[in-house]
Nanobody, 126 residues
Framework: QVQLVESGGGVVQTGGSLSLSCAASGVSFSTSHMGWFRQAPVKNRAFVAAISWSDRTYYANAVEGRFTISRDNTKNTVTLQMNSLTPEDTAVYYC????????????????????WGQGTQVTVSS
């Protein structure tokens, strides 16, 4: 059974930082692409960042230069370091995984991921 469990969400002031972690189990982590998505109230789910099985990283324009995604294959975890947070970053953040297979690049579309975590709330106060 695949499980993705996010942690690290919370409330932070504008300009602050948070580090989200996603612990994966039941999945071949080292051969999986991993992604982070977020969904703000009354908005659609949006791509935030992804990391391929080979450590290639991808970012949404809105977070480029502020967020960093990384993975630790020894611990089956993926981390999203978020700096310089603004109220526009307020959302529920979801971790996602998919077996890489023949896909060299980690996808940006949520529909291309097979497994999802339950989400963790991030609130940035002004």
């Amino acid at each position: 059974q695949v499980q993705l469990v996010e942690s690290g969400g919370g409330v932070v002031q504008t300009g602050g930082s948070l580090s989200l972690s996603c612990a994966a189990s039941g999945v071949s982590f080292s051969t999986s692409h991993m992604g982070w998505f977020r969904q703000a109230p009354v908005k659609n789910r949006a791509f935030v960042a992804a990391i391929s099985w080979s450590d290639r990283t991808y970012y949404a324009n809105a977070v480029e230069g502020r967020f960093t995604i990384s993975r630790d294959n020894t611990k089956n975890t993926v981390t999203l370091q978020m700096n310089s947070l603004t109220p526009e970053d307020t959302a529920v953040y979801y971790c996602a995984a998919r077996y890489a297979g023949s896909a060299y690049y980690a996808p940006r579309r949520g529909s291309e991921y097979d497994y999802w975590g339950q989400g963790t709330q991030v609130t940035v106060s002004s």
